[in-house]
């Protein structure tokens, strides 16, 4: 009789049988365990919560007189915060579940937030001051459907954690290498990237010398620095005034004492104004401190910061073009600065930028080795745009400048005579600046990419890939038809959506679209059905 019973190795239900003739089993696939956050984050909690306890703690001392009631109700005000900011830990995890990422949050109601892989754009990885003391992270998630919010953040992992996500959710474009079974595996354990990963095929591009942070202050969006914290210093006295003691009348007459001393408004404006430079110099070198731009992994790799270390991944498949921004004293001192134009990038005017203030030809080089090059003169607009832009820039003053000296002819006041003298000198001014605004234009094609520049205070010049142009839209006001002029606007599935060659021709309207598309165009002026582009 032949024994019914399975057979077993002789060597033990643990070891190796005889090779089966049936076909090879699989190996079992890994399973996914729930993750949570670094439980050093319950250090952080509570103290960027004590901002909004301040208030409400210094209350109740108040109210209380400083009795020992008082302090006991205080103390279980931080003590509820130290609770919720577990409850919050406790309840909170993430999980890496094939081809999507769940966050999960359950106490009394379960929420659960599934991200497919292939919709990230993006991943941003910050180091705050009280993270980085304690080896921790903050790691964001762009889905480009978010708008100018992540759709999904992780506030508190360790840094080893941060990378090894940061690698798994952006490897959604194939690497040329062999990926390490055990680093393919989503739900792998936390720990470094193996070297052939993480750091294969990593380029440094540009780093940005200290010494050209002295170029900050150029840009302009810092100088408002120190009238900033002089707001701020104001808003936090009449706000926190009544429970620190200081009610608002006492703010409120301070004011007015200094109110009626001008030579002390005087003073403080003036120092202010030179505190500009100083403290928005200090301000652009902590945001763009050590600023690196490399290349891995098909992503381009933006870090910067001081306090605050930021690194910022763009996928190198969805830029589709550059902006090149300066302003007037940017532009004297030859330097300006470059964002990329990425498909579904969310808050791309901070996410998105290439590189700070650096000398111009510097800015080319990169843009150009980083996203691509351009190559084509741009073409001038015609006269008739720069009469527009002189009209625009002294007939405003050249009125007031009448209307104030008709009134003083008229009420014989002086101040009549100040304000028609300023105008003219406005006036004047805007001669400079027009013609300035009018060399400024400017639009091209070099075959493979298009560019478009405008403006003068703030000069941009876009440069964008044939294959982002998705339509073309021709804006015509009153005063433009009747000059002869209309603003002609490539869309654009990317940035900020449309780029505008303004106060182009009527002819170049209809050939700069032919050019760069002329399967569109063609068949619409005269061309025959059928034939080849031009």
């Known amino acids: 009789m032949t024994d019914p019973r399975p057979y077993q190795s002789e060597s033990g239900p643990g070891e190796p049988g ?104 993006g991943v941003d990885v910050s180091t705050p001051p009280m993270h980085r003391l304690l080896g921790l992270a903050v790691l964001k998630i762009d889905t480009g459907a978010s708008g100018g919010n992540e759709e999904a953040g992780l506030d508190g992992v360790t840094l080893t954690e941060a990378e090894r996500l940061k690698t798994v959710l952006l490897r959604r474009t194939a690497p040329a290498y062999p990926l390490d079974p055990a680093h393919a595996a989503h739900s792998a354990p936390a720990g470094p990237a193996p070297a052939h990963v993480a750091g294969h095929a990593e380029r440094e591009i540009v780093r940005v010398p200290k010494r050209w942070l002295l170029y900050g202050p150029l ?54 104004v030179l505190l500009m430079p100083v403290l928005g110099g200090v301000m652009y070198a902590v945001f763009n401190w050590d600023f690196v731009l490399k290349r891995r992994d098909g992503y381009l790799v933006a870090e910067r910061g001081l306090v605050n270390r930021r690194s910022v991944s763009l996928e190198s498949q969805r830029v589709r073009g550059y902006e090149i921004v300066d302003g007037l004293a940017e532009r004297w001192a030859g330097v300006v600065r ?47 745009a720069r009469d527009r832009r002189l009209f625009r820039a002294i007939f405003p003053w050249a009125v007031l400048a009448l209307l104030s000296a008709v009134t003083a002819v008229v009420t014989g006041v002086t101040l009549g005579w100040i304000l028609a003298v300023v105008a003219l000198l406005l006036a004047g001014v805007g001669i400079p600046l027009g013609l300035d605004r009018y060399a400024s234009l400017g639009h091209g094609y070099d075959g493979a990419r298009l560019s478009v520049r405008s403006g003068s205070l703030r000069r941009s010049q876009a440069v964008i890939e044939r294959r982002a142009v998705v339509g073309w839209r021709l804006r015509q006001t009153w005063f433009q038809r009747r000059a002869g002029v209309l603003t002609l606007i490539a869309g654009v599935g990317a940035g900020t959506g449309g780029y505008e060659a303004i106060d182009v021709s009527e002819a170049q309207g209809v050939a700069f679209p032919t050019e760069v598309t002329p399967e569109w165009l063609t068949p619409f002026l005269g061309g025959t059905e059928g034939s080849s582009p031009a």
Not at 222 to 233: E, K, N, R
Not at 243 to 272: F, K, N, S, T
Not at 358 to 370: C, K, N, S
């Open 18 to 121: 005889p090779p089966s003739s049936g076909p090879p089993v699989a190996p079992p696939m890994p399973v996914s365990v729930p993750l949570r956050l670094s439980p050093k984050v319950l250090l952080i909690d509570p103290v960027r919560m004590l901002p909004s306890l301040l208030l409400p703690l210094v209350g109740v001392l108040f109210v209380g007189g400083f009795s020992a009631r008082s302090y006991i109700w205080a103390a279980l005000g931080v003590v509820g915060t130290v609770v919720f900011a577990v409850v919050r830990w406790a309840t909170f995890t993430y999980e890496l579940v094939g081809d999507r990422l769940e966050t999960k949050r359950a106490l009394i109601s379960r929420s659960v937030r599934t991200i497919p892989l292939e919709r990230i754009r």
């Open 219 to 272: 840009s302009g969006a810092y100088l408002l620095t120190p009238f900033a914290f002089a707001g701020g210093a104001i808003g936090l006295a009449f706000q926190w005034g009544d429970d620190l003691g200081v009610g608002r009348d006492v703010a409120w007459h301070a004011g007015e004492w200094l109110w009626e001393r001008p030579y002390l408004l005087l003073a403080v404006a003036v120092l202010l």
């Open 338 to 384: 470059a964002w990329a134009i990425v498909t579904g990038l969310g808050d791309s005017r901070t996410r998105g930028q290439l590189l700070p203030d650096v000398p111009r030809p510097v800015a080319y080089a990169v843009t150009g080795e980083a996203v691509g090059p351009y190559d084509a003169a741009l073409r001038a607009h015609p006269p008739v």
